[in-house]
């Protein structure tokens, strides 16, 4: 449905009323939900058809639930792969069984499965951006070769990239260096015609290895890895990763081939260093950030898309209809999307939920080791009442427990 509103002329001096730098996952989905409420936008990315890159690779949880809510599970339905259980496995026993729809697809697929819905009202704009400005009236965005866009509001849909938030005076915060390094590539049976899971999550044997857990799903056509680290890049085990991804696995997993069989790397190892960084001084004039360029995440955390969809959400469906009915794009507009109080709680939860996976993960004092030894051993026992009564299992999750816990 379209509003009113895009059937007004536009301000003198602009020549579209939102402009968002930055065509990934956050930037599309903004640009899609404003276009379908009748915003003429502007959408900028250097990449008129989005690249394999390694990032997001597995839906599920309240992500599914948001995309629903947003209108665009359809399409995301349409182009990942679907499963609805993932045994999960320590030390070559099982742990329990996730029973709950996910779906398996590579970024580069899911971002042009978001762009295929944008609507007309959206105007897409291959170009690299080299400056922006933003201020209380007009904002500009100079895209190289190209004619400046001028716009209402500024959207920087960027990622972690630092050049043009500082153009606009905002400084990123470190707040953990060197969070996390996730690894990814593709796997086939050997030996076997498949698998004996579908997907398996296998969680770390040993603190010593500093490994939180081993996704297998499928997405592409494919068997899809996810592995989770907290080690130093510096690490040599890391090489051994790359080199000898295999064998590197089966060393330090030892209960892994019994639990989902023998298997071939069929490509190289894709790898992504995380630090998890909080943007600064970004109550600015005029522009307005979302996604990694606020706040990063840890991918072990599986937190990001969940702070995505939520700023992209509250941005478009509360945010800005309310900024664009009055003159003017002041800092005391902008400023109420970063203190909404859903925006805040799902960014807190984020940094809090990095700090849980780390510490459950590596950390060696007693405190985590008695936390570990519960977390992992209140799974197995729930899991063994399942096979007598799930309604009684069902019952004793729901049982208030720390919600840092409830979410793992």
């Known amino acids: 449905m379209t509003a009113d ?17 930055g065509g990934g996952l956050s930037g599309t989905l903004a640009a899609t939900l404003l276009g379908r409420s009748g915003y003429r936008v502007t ?3 250097r990449h008129p058809v989005f690249p394999r890159e390694f990032r997001v690779e597995k839906i599920a949880g309240d992500q599914i639930d948001k995309l629903r809510r947003i209108g665009l599970l359809d399409s995301l339905s349409a182009a990942a792969e679907s499963f609805d259980e993932i045994v999960n496995v320590r030390r070559g026993r099982v742990l329990d069984r996730t029973r709950a729809r996910h779906y398996g697809i590579f970024y580069d697929d899911l971002v042009a499965a978001m762009r295929a819905e944008l609507p007309e009202t959206v105007r897409f704009v291959a170009g690299r951006v080299s400056a922006v400005e933003a201020g209380p009236e007009r904002q500009r965005v100079s895209i190289i070769g190209q004619s400046d866009v001028k716009a209402r509001l500024l959207v920087l849909a960027t990622g972690m990239g ?6 606009v005076g905002i400084e990123r915060r470190f707040v953990h260096q060197r969070q996390s390094l996730t690894f990814g ?12 899971h579908p997907a398996l999550t296998y969680y770390g044997e040993r603190v010593s290895d500093g490994i939180d857990y081993l996704n297998f799903f499928p997405a592409g056509g494919v068997t899809r890895a996810n592995l989770f680290v907290f080690r130093e890049h510096t690490d040599p085990w890391v090489k051994a990763l790359r080199d000898r991804p295999r064998e590197t696995l089966i060393e330090t997993l030892p209960g892994l081939l019994n639990t989902f069989g023998d298997f071939e790397v069929i490509d190289r190892v894709s790898s992504w260093l995380t630090d998890i960084t909080v943007a600064e001084n970004c109550k600015r004039d005029g522009v307005v950030l979302i996604g990694d360029a606020y706040q990063t995440s840890c991918p072990a955390a599986g937190t990001g898309v969940s702070r995505l969809l939520t700023d992209v959400e509250r941005l478009c469906m509360v945010h800005v209809p309310q900024w664009m009915a009055s003159p003017g794009m002041a800092a ?13 709680a799902m960014d807190e939860r984020g940094l809090e939920m990095a700090n849980f996976r780390r510490s459950l993960t590596i950390d060696t004092d007693l405190r985590w080791r008695a936390r570990r030894q519960v977390h992992f051993s209140r799974r197995r026992i729930l899991h063994e009442i399942d096979k007598v009564s799930p309604s009684f299992a069902a019952r004793l999750r729901g049982l208030k ?8």
């Open 5 to 21: 509103h895009s059937l007004r002329p536009l301000p003198e001096g602009t020549d579209t009323e939102i402009a968002i730098v």
């Open 43 to 45: 959408l900028i990315d």
């Open 162 to 167: 630092d050049i043009l938030r500082r153009d």
């Open 185 to 196: 590539f593709n796997v086939r049976p050997a030996g076997a015609s498949a698998f004996k």
């Open 332 to 344: 005391a507009k902008i400023a109420t999307f970063y203190d909404d109080p859903m925006k805040q």
């Open 401 to 408: 427990r720390p919600q840092i816990e409830a979410v793992t």
